[in-house]
């Protein structure tokens, strides 16, 4: 390919997604309500700084969450998702990106820089993975039950603490779940340009269990690895998992430069609109009463007077 992107992203891998319980479904379609909202008050001018959404890739922290919990979740720059699905907590989420009064952690770390029990993120790259393999290794040599999780991008395999963090990982046996949401783009760059080899190439150099993960479907993922993750929380060491997902949305907010035949081309990979069309009934209701819940989170927050930490 030359390093340009393909023309259209890998077609969905299922011909039809799988039924979702309700309470899936709806912290699927809280996540997405709340992204799309966070792009409108961004154009609003609501929202200082930047931001970085997830939609399309909700279905990961949505279909790990059961299996993860309860684990110390190490987030990144793209972490509202992991943050929705752990904590189902928009109105803080919302208060902390616009540093009004309720926020999850005072104003003070906004859309990158969270922290509540269980729960931190950091918008550098790279650098949540040793401080997880940390917390993994007081876990093991605690003897505590539990599993720590930390989510970086494809193009965060560039930092060389990575590749450290996962050797200690492997020679400690640590309980570190490394989840790679590959989107196929970093910013600007796409993967093949700044990769050589693989994900699952690089695991294997460190003796490192993987599993690749092309499903968008939240039970088949979920089946597939139950037992690479219990085996993890239970003494086997590390688990690369490395999800083949998609950015629907730009890398911030507005600086989004691939082709227009490969956007377009996003619509048929979509979970929402695949799971719209499949179970019409069940995602009418749900996915107008999260849109409903949504719209009055934000003019609740709004409403709100700043937080201590916020910096306008
Ligand atoms: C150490 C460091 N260098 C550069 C950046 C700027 N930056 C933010 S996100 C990003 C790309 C991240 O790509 P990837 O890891 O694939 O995650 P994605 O944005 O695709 O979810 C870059 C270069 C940063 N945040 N930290």
């Excluded at 943050?83 to 803080?92: K, R």
């Excluded at 009004?100 to 269980?118: D, K, T």
């Excluded at 060389?160 to 020679?171: D, I, R, S």
């Amino acid at each position: 390919m030359n390093g340009a992107l393909a023309s259209t992203p890998p077609g969905p891998v299922e011909a039809a997604p799988g039924a979702l319980t309700d309470d899936d479904l709806a912290r699927l379609l809280l996540i997405r309500h709340f992204e799309r909202s966070l792009l409108d008050l961004f154009a609003a001018g609501e929202v200082s700084g930047t931001t970085h959404t997830c939609l399309g890739q909700e279905y990961i922290p949505v279909a790990l969450q059961p299996l993860t919990t309860p684990a110390f979740v190490f987030s990144n720059h793209r972490g509202h998702g992991h943050y929705l699905a752990q904590f189902g907590d928009p109105a803080g989420l919302l208060a902390e990106i616009l540093g009004r009064e309720g926020a999850v952690c005072g104003g003070y770390g906004g859309s990158q820089h969270l922290y509540r029990e269980g729960f931190c993120s950091t918008g550098v790259q790279g650098e949540s993975v040793p401080a997880a393999l940390g917390v993994a290794l007081h876990l093991r040599r605690t003897g505590k039950p539990g599993l720590v999780v930390a989510y970086i991008g494809d193009g965060t395999w560039g930092q060389g603490v990575v590749y450290e963090a996962l050797n200690m990982a492997q020679l400690w046996s640590a309980p570190l779940l490394l989840a790679v949401e590959n989107n196929g783009i970093a910013q600007s760059t796409p993967t093949e340009r700044a990769m050589a080899g693989s994900i699952a190439g690089r695991a294997a150099a460190f003796g490192v269990r993987y599993e690749g993960v092309e499903s968008t479907c939240i039970p088949t993922i979920r089946r597939q690895l139950a037992g690479a993750l219990a085996e993890t929380r239970c003494g086997a060491g590390p688990l690369v998992i490395e999800f083949r997902t998609e950015r629907l949305g730009p890398h911030s907010k507005g600086d989004d430069f691939r082709p227009a035949e490969y956007l377009a081309g996003l619509a048929d990979w979509d979970w929402y609109t695949r799971y719209a069309a499949r179970y019409p009934a069940q995602f009418a209701e749900i996915d107008a009463r999260q849109r409903q819940l949504i719209e009055s989170v934000v003019r609740d927050v709004l409403a709100r007077p700043l937080a201590a930490g916020a910096v306008r």
